[in-house]
């Protein structure tokens, strides 16, 4: 891999990771464009490794001060996607290089754009303020199931993680918080299951474009937080629902002809 396609992919990852329209997806997309078999698993740990930082960085005045209660309930929301991951794996893993497929998936990420842009306008116009701030652990398993959808390429975790907070009741901006809260065991599972993975260790397969990518990852990663965050006061995530059912008609398409 030359530098300039780890630099492509670090910043496609940083992007699309936290943005609701699915890193899995659109990282399938840039390996076929860029000629790619596969990514290199040293490059995937190091990226996981500054998007999860880029996560500390960014809720580091949240993650300090929360409680052991909370974490607990992060831990047990994660528990369905862990299971999904770790199970069904070798399943899902030829999907990502199955672009018919990947591109029918997109539109299960615009419709949870859809319906999360539906719920954000209702409270616009209404006077309710009794959401919750916290969710109880029977939402956040809810949630959480719905975040283990997110292991098929094409579907988005923060939009499946949001949607369905919305959803359940939960407040915006504690909604956003929870979604990536809730991103970091998902983060550091990949980061350990991979890096177990290298058959000669990290250093053996490691060059320095890997910094690179991840610098670029790390980045884009905490502009793509700041612009989700952006939607969310604006109380519209229209536009990512747009963007993936147009790109999932433009996928179709051009797999089928």
């Known amino acids: 891999m030359q530098w300039w396609?780890?630099?492509t992919i670090g910043l496609v990852q940083g992007l699309t990771e936290f943005l609701p329209v699915s890193s899995s997806g659109h990282l399938a997309i840039s390996y076929r464009l860029l000629g790619l078999a596969q990514e290199p698993v040293s490059l995937s740990v190091a990226l996981h490794l500054f998007t999860i930082l880029a996560v500390f960085v960014y809720f580091w005045s949240i993650i300090r001060r929360l409680k052991l209660k909370y974490?607990?309930?992060?831990?047990i929301a994660s528990v369905p996607a862990a299971f999904v991951g770790v199970f069904f794996r070798m399943q899902i893993q030829p999907i990502f290089s199955n672009l018919l497929i990947v591109g029918a998936l997109?539109?299960?990420?615009a419709l949870a754009n859809i319906v999360a842009t539906h719920f954000l306008q209702m409270r616009k116009m209404t006077e309710k303020t009794n959401y919750w701030s916290k969710p109880?652990?029977?939402?956040a398993v809810i949630i959480g199931l719905a975040q283990s959808l997110a292991v098929l390429p094409g579907v988005s975790r923060s939009a499946m993680t949001i949607t369905t907070g919305l959803v359940s009741g939960g407040d915006r901006r504690a909604v956003f918080n929870f979604s990536f809260l809730l991103s970091i065991p998902v983060i550091i599972g990949a980061f350990v299951?991979?890096?177990f993975s290298l058959e000669n260790g990290l250093l053996a397969e490691?060059?320095?474009?890997?910094?690179f990518a991840g610098i670029v990852a790390f980045a884009s990663g905490l502009l793509s937080l700041k612009i989700l965050a952006w939607s969310l006061k604006k109380a519209s995530l229209a536009w990512f629902g747009m963007y993936t059912l147009l790109l999932s008609g433009v996928v179709i398409w051009s797999e089928l002809f």
């Open 193 to 195: 299951v991979e890096l």
């Open 206 to 211: 490691f060059t320095p474009s890997w910094i």
């Open 106 to 109: 997109f539109s299960i990420t």
């Open 5 to 7: 396609q780890a630099v």
């Open 136 to 139: 109880t652990i029977k939402q």
């Open 71 to 75: 974490w607990v309930i992060i831990l």
